[in-house]
């Protein structure tokens, strides 16, 4: 089974102490495609670079996290996006963002790209993408992705999303809405957080949530609530699966990346769904008692292992 995982990897900047930034690479799903790989399924990484250092270490990563990289297209002259952490005096987090030039905003924009990309893409089982990677991308190039998915599904391919609701990111609620509603329509495994649902959506509670998602045809709908149990919507049954309690906290930083890893590295391993989420839990749980999205190998080797 192989997996590819679309999106940006951005340089992350966080602080370590008095005038001090740790320099590492995240983005959402990129996060994903670490765990995923480390899990042992095949794994691509589909973004744009550029040809600077960074873009360079970046590739570096990947391959080091056995990430297939085959997909990635290099424009010459750009470099990746930049985010860093600002630590407030009152404990909370601060992100910062120079993201709009990235080259991974070119995604599926170009005509000669699109197709060496399709080609790319129909060898493998499942494609995994986010609300982000919709946000950052051109209206017109999300449309070709949508009906090339379209096609990609007709051929038994399978596809899961994440809505993950950015606000800054989209010029309005109102096109975020119509994206992330078009594909989910498209999609066979929605793994949704309720937070974010409420914020894009303004969802009441988690059966609102359901209920509403209740209109696509998804064959697994996931619903994660952070401590609370997941929700499991699947063969027209509803199932809550608890979180294991999990009590040093250290980060929750890509808590809900690093559970859909776990979740989608099990089902294309042949897990039923339940036994995915639960490894979905256990990956989240590795990651969230440890600083950063991208833990180490030393921590945890192999994050989603029984
Ligand atoms: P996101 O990171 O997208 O906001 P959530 O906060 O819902 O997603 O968390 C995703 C998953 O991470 C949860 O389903 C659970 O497995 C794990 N998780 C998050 N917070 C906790 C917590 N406080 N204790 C235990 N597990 C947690």
New binding site residues.
């Given amino acids: 089974m192989k997996l590819a995982a679309l999106g940006e990897v951005m340089v992350e900047l966080s602080p370590r102490g008095e005038g001090l930034l740790a320099q590492s690479f995240a983005g959402d799903t990129y996060n994903t495609a670490v765990y995923v790989a480390r899990s042992g399924v095949h794994t691509s990484y589909v973004t744009l670079l550029g040809d600077d250092p960074y873009s360079e270490q970046m590739l570096e990563a990947m391959r080091a996290e056995s990430i297939d990289t085959g997909a990635i297209e290099r424009l010459p002259g750009r470099c990746p996006g930049l985010y860093s952490i600002y630590n407030t005096p009152d404990g909370e987090r601060y992100f910062t963002y120079w993201r709009g030039e990235s080259p991974a905003r070119e995604l599926f924009a170009d005509q000669l790209q699109r197709e060496r990309l399709q080609n790319y893409l129909r060898e493998v089982d499942c494609l995994y993408l986010s609300g982000i990677t919709l946000a950052i991308m051109a209206p017109h190039a999300r449309e070709c992705l949508l009906t090339f998915i379209g096609e990609f599904r007709a051929g038994g391919g399978r596809v899961a999303f994440d809505s993950?609701y950015r606000p800054r990111l989209w010029t309005s609620v109102e096109e975020a809405r119509e994206a992330v509603s078009a594909f989910l329509q498209q999609s066979d495994i929605a793994l949704l957080?309720?937070?974010?649902e409420q914020l894009l959506w303004g969802d009441g509670d988690a059966d609102e949530c359901l209920q509403r998602n209740g209109r696509y045809r998804l064959s697994e709908l996931v619903l994660?609530?952070?401590?609370e149990p997941?929700l499991l919507q699947h063969d027209g049954e509803l199932c809550a699966i608890p979180?294991?309690?999990?009590r040093e906290?250290v980060d929750?930083t890509?808590?809900?990346?690093?559970?859909n890893a776990g979740y989608l590295a099990a089902r294309l391993q042949g897990e039923e769904p339940e036994a995915a989420i639960s490894a979905?839990?256990r990956c989240?749980?590795a990651v969230?008692r440890n600083r950063g999205a991208i833990i180490p190998r030393s921590i945890a080797p192999g994050v989603t292992s029984r």
Avoid: C, Q, W, Y
Avoid at 224 to 227: I, N
């Fill in positions: 993950n957080t309720l937070e974010d994660k609530r952070g401590a997941v979180v294991p309690e999990v906290v929750t890509g808590a809900g990346d690093s559970f979905g839990n989240a749980a969230i």
